[in-house]
């Protein structure tokens, strides 16, 4: 039972705190992935997960065991990093054998070792060759590979597809992804790109400037983020977050008028010191349609058609941008005038500080 549990972790470098009081419960066989911009300390904490680096306070509980004070090689596990330091004048063979010599293994069972993690990994007829002989995705699945000959309780990766092109990626994750259901194994996972922790996560960790935002699903994410940075990081296009202003708030919902005047209720738990609060409406673009009637009314600046959708943007009175994600043959022009329906049960809306308002409960049913 793998699991992974983070307590209260934090860590400063001198005077700058990059990680603040971080508690996570990871299970086993999990693939969690730690998303956030650049310099939120993803890095740091997966070095803190290896041993690489000491956190200033907290505890690290690998397998109900406290390894806070173990050294790397004891912890039981492995990193894959984005550059792949192979050994460029070893063979893969050797490259992916490297630990097992290191622990002096007998060469059968390093031939055993080997032979299964290349298996895994497509690489059984690469196996006499150099790294230079290979292109970037297999050298990453050779860097892969030696760590899967370790045989570790907790997989780590700090953006291990970074170095490779755009159709390269995507064919790398789907290949963890089904790696991760292969081995069976407990994996954290590193990105700045929200796509890949998207696609590959059980659960996803969004950080920022050092704090958990949140931990959730995919999904739950998606549906409902937490905060405006949760929101504004996860879906494409980026959600829109309209200026508002609330009319009225009571347990049933939120009344608020947006920038140019549209109004809608939100169902949303507000209460009624909140009238009059600048607030912002979270709008994601393939939730609106061009309205039959009345809407929030835009105007379309440039329009991009992509064959089976048009991402449409524009700008609402007073200037606030709007994006709209419309079917392929959307009858928009650039220049024109449209008006858009919104369901308000699509919407989240963000109070001052951005945390978002509490969905309202649907009512118990009554047996
Ligand atoms: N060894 C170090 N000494 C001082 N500051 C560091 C060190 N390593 C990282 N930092 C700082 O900690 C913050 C988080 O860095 P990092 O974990 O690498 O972020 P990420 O991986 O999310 O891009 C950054 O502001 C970075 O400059
Ligand atoms: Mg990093």
Not at 142 to 167: H, M, Q, T, W, Y
Request: with cysteine.
């Amino acid at each position: 039972m793998a699991t992974l549990d983070l307590t209260s972790i934090s860590k400063s470098f001198g005077n700058a705190a990059v990680l603040h009081d971080i508690s996570l419960a990871i299970r086993d066989k999990e693939f969690v992935v730690f998303v956030g911009p650049s310099g939120c300390g993803k890095s740091t904490l997966l070095r803190i997960i290896a041993g690489l680096e000491a956190a200033t306070s907290g505890q690290i509980v690998i397998e109900g065991r406290d390894v806070s004070r173990e050294h790397p090689v004891e912890r039981g596990i492995a990193m894959v990093f984005q550059s792949y330091a192979l050994y460029p004048h070893l063979t893969v063979y050797e490259n992916i054998a490297f630990p097992l010599r290191v622990q002096k293994l007998a060469e059968a069972e390093v031939r055993q070792k080997v032979g299964r993690a290349a298996e895994i990994l497509q690489l059984t007829d690469k196996l006499q060759l150099k790294p230079g002989q290979l292109s970037g995705g297999q050298r990453q699945r050779v860097a892969i590979g030696r760590s899967i000959v370790r045989n570790p309780k907790v997989f780590l990766f700090d953006e291990p597809l970074s170095n490779l092109d755009a159709a390269l990626r995507g064919d790398m994750r789907v290949e963890l992804s089904q790696l991760h259901r292969s081995l069976n194994a407990t994996m954290v996972y590193v990105t700045h790109d929200q796509i890949e922790a998207m696609t590959m996560a059980d659960r996803i960790v969004v950080l920022n400037a050092g704090r958990v935002e949140q931990f959730g699903t995919p999904m739950e994410l998606y549906h409902h983020p937490a905060t405006k940075f949760v929101a504004s990081f996860i879906g494409q296009p980026n959600m829109n977050l309209v200026p508002a202003t609330v009319r009225e708030a009571t347990g049933e919902g939120v009344t608020v008028e947006l920038a140019g005047g549209h109004v809608m209720s939100v169902p949303v738990e507000g209460h009624a010191a909140m009238k009059g609060a600048k607030v912002e409406v979270g709008i994601r673009p393939e939730n609106v349609t061009l309205a039959e009637g009345a809407g929030l009314d835009i105007t379309v600046n440039v329009l991009e058609r992509l064959g089976g959708v048009s991402i449409t943007y524009g700008t609402i009175a007073g200037g606030t941008r709007f994006c709209a994600t419309l079917p392929g043959d959307a009858a928009v022009a650039e220049g024109r005038n449209i008006a858009l329906a919104v369901d308000p049960r699509d919407c989240h809306v963000f109070d001052a500080s951005g945390k978002v308002l509490r969905r309202r409960q649907a009512p118990a049913l009554v047996a």
